[in-house]
């Protein structure tokens, strides 16, 4: 079946460290995203790539980076200058093309403590 | 920046009820998205309506779409408990990016 794999679920880690969110899709699309959710709100955009060795940053960049040397992959670093990384993160991808339909993931909890 | 918002932020119904949502956005757009999310899960793409459209149905979902005063609604017929999450439009830029709204949240009560 095809899809996006995010992983892992639930990932707990200390303030000052970097922690990488893994994302993967097997429906060769070209476009990838990443959106953060915080409880109760709607999803922020992160970055996005629209094809392999290039992205963009998104509404809420700062904080973050990321890659995109495949296109089944588009691995999130959460780096510790991003002062609330505790949220929920969404990866998603869709086909190339403005407005397309986003395929999601079924997200990473992170929480830094 | 948030293009689309909904109304109303959350709603309570019974079983068999109609549930409607409305969304506003700010500029134009090639197409408009509703989108559902269980707690604690992914969204999933439910319609999409492109900006030449004014209404769409698939199964017991109605979208209308009023580029005029830059709106749109989703209809949920005969609601079921299993119709219970968070309900979010979203729209393009233009370009590229997705933007989505803070969402509805529907409760069907059983």
């Known amino acids: 079946d095809g899809g996006i794999t995010q992983s892992p679920k639930y990932l707990f880690r200390k303030e000052g460290q970097n922690v990488t969110l893994s994302c993967e899709q097997n429906?060769?699309?070209?476009?990838m995203y990443w959106y953060r959710q915080d409880p109760g709100q709607g999803l922020r955009l992160i970055y996005y790539s629209q094809i392999v060795n290039d992205f963009q940053k998104g509404d809420i960049a700062e904080g973050y980076s990321v890659s995109r040397e495949k296109k089944e992959s588009f691995p999130l670093t959460v780096t510790s200058a991003q002062k609330n990384p505790t949220a929920f993160y969404l990866c998603?991808?869709?086909?190339?093309?403005?407005?397309?339909?986003?395929?999601f993931g079924n997200g990473t909890r992170l929480t830094v403590t | 920046s948030q293009q689309g918002e909904e109304d109303p932020q959350a709603l309570s119904i019974q079983e068999g009820e109609n549930a409607t949502m409305n969304c506003s956005y700010k500029t134009s757009i090639n197409n408009l998205q509703w989108y559902r999310q269980n707690s604690g899960r992914g969204l999933v793409h439910l319609i999409l309506i492109r900006s030449n459209e004014r209404e769409k149905h698939s199964g017991r979902l109605r979208v209308t779409l009023d580029t005029s005063k830059k709106s749109s609604s989703l209809l949920i017929t005969a609601s079921r408990a299993a119709d219970t999450a968070s309900y979010f439009c979203a729209t393009d830029d233009g370009g590229f990016k997705t933007i989505f709204g803070a969402g509805t949240r529907l409760f069907v009560k059983a």
């Open positions: 998603a991808s869709s086909r190339q093309g403005k407005g397309s339909p986003l395929h």
């Open positions: 429906l060769n699309h070209d476009a």
